[in-house]
């Protein structure tokens, strides 16, 4: 009898030991998938602030160099592109993630465009509201930079964590699945030439 009673409490004990192990690993599973939605939330605000500071970087460039029409515009058009390029965090995969980098991408060469424009106009590059939106938007790529960073880091962190043992099992009952990284463009990695 006494027996009986020892490995039915062994049993007990597996059994709670199970459904703790269960409980805790969901919580942290969803944890961590908001960390990732959240830090993803903070890509796209930094994208927002950049295109926000266009409108006036394109004003300042358009009082000085109004004939430079077809570049205006084709940052006016990447910006609206970039602006209307946006992901639901609960739907973030290589692809739709690829998608808005491409659409951010066509407005960071339309900017670079808009730069080798400015170059021709001394007047425009000692304008103080020019100097500062330049200023402005040097940080903001910086912090493009560190927000793409801290995702990915989110994004590994709860992908490490949903792929060791037993938690990958828990994982694939309850739907949690690898995130993908925000990944630089093919050619990223070569510098562009300027050419005036």
């Known amino acids: 009898?006494?027996?009986?009673?020892?490995?039915?409490?062994?049993?007990?004990?597996?059994?709670?030991?199970?459904v703790f192990s269960l409980v805790g690993s969901y919580n942290?599973?969803?944890?961590?998938?908001?960390?990732?939605?959240?830090?993803?939330?903070?890509?796209?605000?930094?994208?927002q602030r950049r295109a926000d500071l266009i409108p006036n970087l394109v004003n300042t460039v358009k009082g000085y160099a109004s004939h430079e029409r077809e570049t205006l515009e084709g940052v006016v058009n990447a910006r609206a592109k970039a602006t209307s390029t946006t992901i639901d965090p609960s739907?973030?995969?290589?692809?739709?993630?690829?998608?808005?980098?491409?659409?951010?991408?066509?407005?960071?060469?339309?900017l670079s465009k808009l730069?080798?424009?400015?170059?021709?106009?001394p007047d425009l590059k000692a304008n103080q509201n020019f100097l500062e939106l330049q200023a402005q938007l040097e940080g903001t790529e910086n912090r493009i930079t560190v927000?793409?960073?801290k995702f990915n880091e989110a994004a590994k962190d709860f992908n490490t964590?949903?792929?060791?043992?037993p938690r990958n099992i828990w994982a694939g009952m309850f739907g949690f699945e690898k995130k993908d990284y925000f990944e630089?463009?093919?050619?990223?990695?070569?510098?562009?030439?300027v050419q005036f």
Request: charged share 20%; proline share 1%; no cysteine.
């Open 147 to 149: 927000e793409r960073q």
């Open 161 to 165: 964590y949903i792929r060791t043992f």
């Open 184 to 193: 630089a463009t093919a050619g990223a990695e070569v510098a562009p030439t």
């Open 115 to 121: 730069m080798v424009v400015v170059e021709r106009y």
């Open 1 to 18: 009898m006494k027996k009986s009673w020892i490995i039915i409490g062994v049993v007990g004990l597996l059994f709670l030991f199970m």
């Open 28 to 47: 942290s599973m969803v944890t961590k998938d908001e960390a990732v939605s959240g830090q993803w939330s903070q890509v796209e605000n930094v994208y």
């Open 91 to 110: 739907k973030l995969n290589a692809e739709s993630i690829k998608q808005f980098a491409a659409a951010q991408d066509g407005l960071s060469s339309a």
